[in-house]
């Protein structure tokens, strides 16, 4: 009777991690399955629908984007187009074209694809990106302060850091990763889960390394969102120096954009 029951729960474990896998495999085709529509389509597809149609659709969009966005996690097309859009998806750029210009003049947001090959976007300040003055440049609150931190670090170390100097660092700051935050809850989750999961931070396994090791770095949003030129000049202050005693660190907060940086995008 007990090994039935055992090959029971086998078998059960086993199907369930069939379907887990299936429906894993399920959600990264859907966005495979989606074809840009060329500009006749969009064009035909709107002469088949009523203007108001096409901006409660369009209001939709922009609402799943906002609500969404509150958690900081970049929205997959994939879940828009179906979650969303759904039968509308012949005139999907049409509708981001019109999503985007609301973005732009009633929120004062830019809509960013931070990753053209798995199309996921981001929502950025604008008027954050152009005075330097975001939330995280700026803390006001605890999470976003200790993401500065983390942020300095790395920044002002070249890029890259192993994670015992992230875990070092605050512990120098009371932020013990192994105990309990009254503040941050389980400290350890929320750099490695909660940061990495929100393209503020890359935790990154380091090769050949037993026990595993792993590096931090600057994720995609904060790329886009952080200004490195506020990071030096509260390094100076801290220090009390001139942030261009720094000079590498000094020439790259200062110099221009990356080309590669992940541009706004309305068509996909």
């Not at 200004?227 to 000049?233: C, M, T």
């Amino acid at each position: 009777m007990t090994q039935r029951k055992r090959l029971s729960a086998t078998q059960s474990s086993s199907q369930s991690r069939r379907q887990t896998g299936s429906l894993l495999a399920q959600e990264e085709d859907d966005d495979s399955t989606f074809t840009q529509p060329s500009s006749t389509q969009v064009q035909r597809g709107l002469e088949k629908l009523t203007p108001a149609q096409v901006d409660q659709k369009t209001a939709e969009v922009v609402q799943y984007f906002l609500v969404k966005d509150q958690k900081k996690i970049p929205i997959r097309r994939a879940d828009l187009v179906k979650h969303v859009v759904k039968e509308y998806r012949n005139i999907y750029p049409e509708i981001m074209k019109r999503a985007v210009r609301i973005f732009d003049q009633v929120f004062g947001l830019k809509l960013v694809e931070i990753d053209t090959k798995n199309h996921m976007y981001i929502l950025v300040n604008k008027l954050e990106t152009v005075e330097g003055a975001s939330p995280i440049n700026s803390p006001t609150n605890p999470k976003m302060g200790l993401l500065f931190v983390i942020l300095s670090v790395i920044f002002m170390k070249g890029g890259v850091v192993r994670e015992n100097l992230i875990w070092n660092t605050l512990k120098k700051l009371r932020v013990d990763p192994a105990e309990k935050h009254e503040e941050f809850g389980d400290v350890k989750r929320v750099v490695t889960d909660e940061f990495v999961r929100q393209r503020y931070l890359e935790y990154v396994r380091i090769p050949h390394t037993e026990p595993p090791e792993h590096e931090f770095r600057w994720g995609q949003r904060a790329d886009m969102e952080v200004s490195k030129a506020k990071i030096l000049e509260f390094m100076g202050q801290l220090h009390e120096q001139d942030p261009q005693s720094w000079s590498q660190q000094y020439r790259e907060a200062h110099s221009t954009p990356s080309s590669t940086q992940a541009s706004t995008s309305s068509q996909r």
